[in-house]
């Protein structure tokens, strides 16, 4: 697979090491072995490590910093009571990073030279089967803005590596209502958005209510994206995106990130059942006709894109039925060429898309 590079847009890593308490140097099957059962009854079975991204080719990763507002949560141990929780959450998860990136497993990316060097060492390397390789890209994201106490820490989470931020997760945060909520942005979201315009970041519309997205762009002329969404049209619900919501992100040149959970591929997933309990119809050719549909919708791949969400919060048992671990991810390349895509549309929607938005609004640090 010399050549080939894969960007995933969202992948919650330091959730994933902190909360479930998974060491992602190991291969997943290892993973697997370790994990006890509460966490396979909570989160399933492993589908992502390093090893398994190598494998895969999955070389640069936006890896979240991920907290949000929500005294209820029991499950996934990031809902927290104060705004102050979140941010030491989201610290943990940067350390988690930092310690990686000290440990030569990935490279915190920064710059765009970096970028670049990432880029040029993925589509050079030659993965040998166990999974040891190069490091990882890791593009610092976050998914829900409260660990980000004030618009003056911005330029702070600029500098350690943040590029891309969502005002909102589950619930309502400090700065916006989001899934499963009603609601638009709430009255610290503008001097925030003014915050994160001035260092260049760009805002992910993932998680944002219909009210707060359409809020977002009236009173927002930055850059925004989908890091994890998949389309209401094939999957109803308010988690996913309207036709208008695409049509808005792509002429702003955002790019989408196809999402790999079984409840945004699956209409008869039932979210009332243990996952464990049921078997998805969603295949890899699923997530195709997601990205088939914004590309027809909008006449191109150009703002598709791969955001897997996979151990977000789910396993093997909650992801398309023929995907073991992220390293299946080039099987979706003979798939998109079935369905019409180009060898240049493809590697658009693996990683190009991506990189090209990266680079249009990335400020290096001064």
């Known amino acids: 697979m010399k050549g080939s590079l894969i960007l995933d847009s969202h992948l919650d890593l330091g959730f994933s090491a902190l909360q479930i308490n998974r060491d992602l140097m190991q291969p997943a099957a290892t993973i697997r072995t370790h994990d006890p059962m509460d966490v396979l009854d909570n989160f399933g079975s492993c589908t992502v490590s390093l090893p398994e991204l190598r494998r895969g080719k999955v070389g640069i990763v936006c890896a979240t910093v991920m907290s949000r507002l929500d005294p209820t949560d029991r499950a996934t141990r990031t809902g927290m009571y104060a705004q102050s929780q979140t941010h030491g959450v989201g610290r943990g998860h940067l350390a988690y990073y930092q310690a990686l990136d000290h440990l030569g497993q990935v490279e915190m990316l920064h710059t765009v030279r970096q970028l670049d060097e990432a880029e040029r060492r993925w589509r050079e390397a030659e993965i040998p089967a166990d999974g040891s390789g190069p490091p990882i890209g890791v593009v610092l994201s976050m998914e829900s803005a409260d660990p980000i106490l004030d618009p003056d820490q911005v330029a702070e989470w600029h500098a350690a590596g943040l590029r891309m931020v969502s005002l909102s997760h589950y619930g309502t945060s400090t700065y916006s209502h989001g899934t499963a909520t009603e609601g638009g942005l709430l009255p610290p979201a503008r001097p925030l958005i003014k915050a994160l315009a001035a260092a260049g970041i760009i805002i992910d519309v993932t998680h944002l209510t219909d009210e707060a997205h359409w809020e977002l762009?009236?009173?927002?002329?930055?850059?925004?994206?989908?890091?994890?969404?998949?389309?209401?049209?094939?999957?109803?619900?308010?988690?996913?995106?309207?036709?208008?919501?695409?049509?808005?992100?792509?002429?702003?040149?955002?790019?989408?990130?196809?999402?790999?959970?079984?409840?945004?591929?699956?209409?008869?997933?039932?979210?009332?059942?243990?996952?464990?309990?049921?078997?998805?119809?969603?295949?890899?050719?699923?997530?195709?006709?997601?990205?088939?549909?914004?590309?027809?919708?909008?006449?191109?791949?150009?703002?598709?894109?791969?955001?897997?969400?996979?151990?977000?919060?789910?396993?093997t048992e909650q992801a398309p039925r023929d995907l073991n671990t992220i390293a299946d991810l080039p099987n979706l390349i003979p798939l998109l060429h079935e369905k019409g895509f180009s060898s240049q549309d493809v590697d658009g929607i693996l990683a190009g898309n991506w990189l090209r938005l990266l680079r249009e609004h990335w400020r290096d640090p001064a």
């Open 217 to 315: 762009l009236s009173c927002y002329d930055g850059p925004i994206c989908a890091s994890h969404h998949n389309c209401r049209a094939l999957t109803p619900g308010q988690r996913q995106l309207t036709d208008d919501m695409i049509l808005s992100i792509a002429e702003r040149g955002g790019v989408i990130g196809a999402a790999f959970d079984a409840w945004m591929l699956d209409p008869a997933w039932r979210r009332d059942l243990r996952p464990g309990d049921q078997q998805t119809a969603a295949t890899l050719q699923t997530v195709v006709e997601h990205i088939d549909h914004i590309a027809q919708l909008t006449g191109t791949s150009q703002h598709c894109g791969i955001g897997t969400d996979l151990d977000g919060g789910f396993g």
